[in-house]
């Protein structure tokens, strides 16, 4: 089972919303990554765990926060987004560790618009 | 980092005709894959592809590490075959993948 599972498809919120994207793998993965695809663009990376550790921070501003609760699952939490964050949240993982397979599986992504 | 750079940016075929996509990079790779992405949005995995070539259907891929180029073959496409196809790749030793902007393929009846 190649699968990364994402929750919601879609969210709307205002700029004063809190709301959390949920990601999740049973694959086994030790590594979780959160991307950002703007319209027409490639993804970009802006967060990378391993082993339950953020290991990397693209530069990401504050009000974008993510969490590792466990291996399985990563979330990403927003607060007082612009409506220039609107795109899609592309979530993946691998395996981590090494030596081991870099190859990263992508979740179907939530589709978010700020109002 | 890594520079990857796709092309032809777009690509125009009739149903049946073959194409080649090309992606270059600037480094020593530890991860070099080929998605697709659908119209939702969801990014499939095409090839797995740091060196070497691979198969898969009517999908074929090479990737020749010591040049930093990497090619997709697809061959009697299909209407089904359209979208975005991206490469993407990491150096070695980094889990941080880039990705091209990408080959926006139509297939036309």
């Known amino acids: 089972d190649t699968e990364v599972t994402q929750t919601p498809k879609h969210l709307v919120m205002g700029m004063t919303n809190k709301k959390s994207l949920k990601c999740e793998q049973h694959m086994g993965h030790r590594a979780m990554y959160w991307y950002k695809q703007k319209a027409k663009k490639p993804p970009e990376l802006m967060f990378v765990?391993?082993?339950?550790?953020?290991?990397i921070n693209e530069s990401v501003p504050s009000r974008f926060s993510p969490e590792c609760p466990n291996s399985s699952l990563l979330n990403l939490h927003l607060h007082a987004l612009q409506p220039e964050d609107s795109a899609l949240y592309l979530c993946a993982s691998s395996e981590g560790g090494f030596p081991s397979s870099y190859e990263q599986y992508f979740g179907p992504g939530t589709r978010l618009t700020v109002t | 980092g890594i520079q990857v750079e796709q092309s032809p940016p777009d690509l125009i075929l009739q149903e049946g005709a073959n194409s080649t996509l090309r992606c270059n990079f600037s480094?020593?790779?530890?991860?070099l894959q080929w998605f697709h992405q659908n119209p939702w949005g969801q990014l499939i995995n095409l090839f797995y592809?740091?060196?070497g070539t691979k198969q898969n259907g009517r999908l074929s891929a090479t990737t020749v590490a010591t040049e930093r180029y990497s090619l997709l073959y697809i061959s009697s496409s299909q209407t089904t075959d359209s979208g975005v196809y991206f490469c993407a790749a990491s150096r070695a030793g980094s889990y941080q993948l880039t990705f091209g902007k990408g080959t926006k393929l139509s297939v036309i009846p």
């Open positions: 592809i740091p060196s």
């Open positions: 480094d020593s790779v530890n991860n």
């Open positions: 765990y391993s082993y339950e550790k953020l290991s």
